[in-house]
């Protein structure tokens, strides 16, 4: 689905013509494996619609200077596994790559979701960054109208220990004042840490 919307995304093209190509994608499937419907709707929100998550399309064509982050999800049998890029058409502003730069994380077992949200939270704020919002939630098989599962999230006050065998939904996302960057990983915690999931090229993707 990825894939498709690195190809296809350009200038002009309207939105609602991509977001037809990454369901034509999901419910095809990939691996010999068929794509079931996602509990959410992809979200896909450019310039300063991004400045807010959670919102889905129109037919607004592409801009060049705008970015647009893609949250989408591959689904099988209702199990989901809910990823972002974001897309830049055109050369990001400085702050645009220094919040990618400031995207990052580590898990590992034995640790609380809390921990990892203070972890992460602390190197945004070195960063120069506030990310006052989870930056994670568990995930699983869900039904609409959320893929999230509703238990446990990489929150300051959630003190669930993470356990080898758990799969979550790591959203280091950020809200600017022109726009909205989300990278964001489904990941699996392991005996020494975490795994990701996916081989989706990682980072700011710019065309």
Same mark, same amino acid.
């Not at 730069?101 to 949200?117: F, K, S, W, Y």
């Not at 939270?121 to 039904?143: H, M, P, Q, T, V």
């Given at each position: 689905? /990825?894939?498709?919307?690195?190809?296809?995304?350009? *200038?002009?093209? %309207?939105?609602?013509?991509? $977001?037809?190509?990454?369901?034509?994608?999901?419910?095809?499937?990939?691996?010999?494996?068929?794509?079931?419907? +996602?509990? #959410? $709707?992809?979200?896909? %929100?450019?310039?300063?619609?991004?400045?807010?998550?959670?919102?889905?399309?129109?037919?607004?064509?592409?801009?060049?200077?705008?970015?647009?982050?893609?949250?989408?999800?591959?689904?099988? !049998?209702?199990?989901?596994?809910?990823?972002?890029?974001?897309?830049?058409?055109?050369?990001?502003?400085? /702050?645009?790559?220094?919040?990618?730069?400031?995207?990052?994380?580590?898990?590992?077992?034995?640790?609380?979701?809390?921990?990892?949200?203070?972890?992460?939270?602390?190197?945004?704020?070195?960063?120069?960054?506030?990310?006052?919002? !989870?930056?994670?939630?568990? #995930?699983?098989?869900?039904?609409?109208?959320?893929?999230?599962? !509703?238990?446990?999230?990489?929150?300051?006050?959630?003190?669930? $220990?993470?356990? *080898?065998?758990?799969?979550?939904?790591?959203?280091?996302?950020?809200?600017?004042?022109?726009?909205? #960057?989300?990278?964001?990983?489904?990941?699996?915690?392991?005996?020494?840490?975490?795994?990701?999931?996916? !081989?989706? +090229?990682?980072?700011?993707?710019?065309?």
């Amino acid at each position: 689905m /990825h894939a498709a919307i690195r190809e296809m995304a350009a *200038p002009g093209l %309207p939105k609602n013509t991509l $977001v037809a190509e990454i369901y034509r994608a999901g419910i095809e499937g990939a691996d010999g494996h068929w794509g079931d419907y +996602p509990a #959410i $709707v992809p979200m896909a %929100p450019s310039g300063l619609d991004a400045t807010t998550p959670h919102l889905t399309w129109d037919d607004r064509p592409l801009a060049p200077g705008e970015a647009t982050f893609f949250e989408i999800a591959g689904v099988h !049998r209702r199990y989901h596994c809910p990823q972002s890029r974001t897309l830049f058409l055109g050369e990001p502003a400085a /702050h645009f790559r220094r919040a990618e730069e400031a995207v990052l994380a580590a898990l590992r077992p034995g640790n609380t979701c809390g921990d990892v949200a203070r972890a992460f939270n602390g190197w945004l704020n070195a960063a120069g960054f506030e990310k006052e919002s !989870r930056c994670g939630y568990s #995930i699983g098989l869900s039904y609409p109208p959320d893929w999230g599962e !509703r238990t446990m999230s990489f929150r300051g006050d959630d003190m669930t $220990v993470l356990e *080898p065998g758990m799969v979550f939904h790591f959203m280091p996302a950020l809200w600017l004042d022109d726009g909205g #960057i989300e990278m964001t990983e489904p990941v699996l915690v392991t005996e020494n840490g975490a795994e990701r999931l996916c !081989r989706t +090229p990682t980072g700011l993707w710019v065309k």
